[in-house]
């Protein structure tokens, strides 16, 4: 009797299992769908494939891995075929990345842990539908160009709504936000787009759903972001009239797709001189309807250096670096936090316009340590310091800290910087040294 007592005791104190399905819908992914099942391997209670019409080897991929391969008739509807996926899945927990995304595979334990915490506590999975944590936009050479947050993982009974651009429907207060994972994502290089032709599908589809829903915001502005990744002048013309159209909604538009409309107009608009003036007029505004936010602050920056208002460039900046320093601000910042280097850029702009040695010293130091070819920052640096008296011999024991005196490509850079900024009589000495170098080699 007491054996069977402890066993009930036993069972009762044993914890709820976390059983991970993992989803995928997958069209002519060949090149990707390898690695966007191998991170769940380890890890997923079952992993289900959703095919909608695959010409190349991705099903024979999937197979041959053992996956769950399921067939669903492609409707124009990506809601549609992520929902039927989930409601053939098993588990407790739906991990649901498209095949251009994947975990890192040490994230993905970390995952599970998020996961256990989660469903160990009745009050928490009571209260936790899904997880929201950052999602890194990666370029064609690999580098993160921008962050934003997203739900991939999340209870079995959330569905997706909407044809195209398709998200959860979910309460804000039912995400459980991490930051200690991250997915990565590499659909959005433009290698990507040119591959599989994603601007060319989106624009059309969401065309379709203008004229369903001609006043809704939203899907203008997934419009407009479809035809500036698709480019040329008249796809231009048109995303930013959208743009301006969402910018100017004063509700109904979506906060993320506002502030991509914001940051859209300002990269097109902040390297043309006839349009600073609009352009500044448009970040202030930003400004107002996301206060201290570190992309708006930078973009504020950046049009201010533009103008040659090195003193309030200078103050906007150095409030943005403090923040973040300081780690605030950052949930909403899809820029700065995915590229600090290119706020510091700005930086040393901007202490190069008010003649100020040692922020030009500290700001071109930190961004040529990590890419030693900026050599717009490398003529600053070289022009400022032997402007204020550094003699040419200790320029050099400078730039030694940052460049291969050895190599003749990089005493080329320096050379043509130096020659670039006006320094001629060093601009020959280096190049001299280069000279001398590709003999003896």
């Known amino acids: 009797m007491a054996k069977k007592k402890n066993k009930k005791r036993n069972m009762q104190a044993a914890q709820p299992v976390v059983r991970l399905s993992q989803c995928v819908i997958a069209k002519n992914e060949g090149k990707n769908i390898e690695r966007a099942l191998s991170w769940a391997k380890d890890v997923a209670f079952e992993q289900i494939l959703v095919d909608t019409g695959s010409t190349d080897d991705t099903v024979e991929i999937a197979e041959r891995m053992g996956v769950k391969v399921l067939h669903f008739d492609w409707i124009n509807d990506f809601a549609a075929a992520k929902n039927f996926a989930i409601e053939q899945a098993s588990g407790n927990w739906i991990a649901f990345l498209d095949a251009d995304e994947y975990f890192s595979v040490a994230d993905a334990h970390t995952l599970m842990e998020h996961l256990k915490k989660i469903h160990s506590n009745p009050a928490s999975r009571a209260k936790w539908f899904a997880v929201n944590c950052p999602w890194a936009q990666l370029d064609d050479s690999g580098k993160v160009f921008a962050m934003f947050a997203q739900e991939r993982v999340f209870r079995p009974f959330v569905r997706y709504t909407g044809k195209i651009h398709e998200h959860l429907d979910l309460d804000p207060d039912r995400l459980y936000r991490v930051d200690d994972i991250t997915i990565m994502h590499t659909g959005y290089s433009q290698a990507a787009y040119n591959e599989t032709k994603k601007a060319d599908r989106n624009i059309e589809m969401l065309r379709v759903e203008l004229t369903e829903k001609p006043n809704d ?42 502030k991509k409309a914001y940051a859209a107009i300002m990269d097109n608009y902040k390297e043309i001189p006839e349009f600073l003036t609009e352009c500044e007029e448009v970040c202030r505004k930003a400004a107002v309807d996301f206060p201290n936010d570190l ?105 030694k800290k940052l460049y291969d005196f050895s190599d003749p490509k990089d005493l080329m850079l320096i050379g043509r910087a130096a020659k670039d900024c006006g320094a001629v009589p060093y601009a020959r000495r280096i190049l001299a040294l280069a000279q001398e170098t590709l003999i003896r080699v």
């Not at 743009?243 to 506002?258: F, Q, S, T």
């Open 295 to 399: 992309d708006i602050e930078y973009y504020l920056g950046f049009i201010l250096n533009k103008k040659e208002d090195y003193t309030e460039a200078w103050s906007v900046l150095r409030k943005c670096e403090e923040s973040l320093i300081k780690s605030s601000n950052l949930d909403d910042s899809i820029l700065i936090s995915a590229k600090p280097r290119t706020l510091f850029i700005q930086m040393a702009i901007a202490a190069h316009g008010l003649d100020d040695v040692e922020g030009v010293v500290r700001y071109s130091t930190m961004i040529l340590t990590e890419d030693k070819s900026i050599t717009s920052i490398l003529k600053h640096y070289i022009w400022t310091l032997l402007k204020h008296g550094v003699s040419e011999d200790d320029v050099t024991d400078l730039l």
């Open 217 to 258: 915001i939203n899907v203008k502005a997934y419009l407009a972001d479809a035809l500036t990744v698709k480019g040329g002048e008249d796809c231009r013309a048109e995303a930013l009239t959208l743009y301006k159209e969402v910018i100017n909604e004063a509700r109904r538009v979506n906060p993320v797709l506002k």
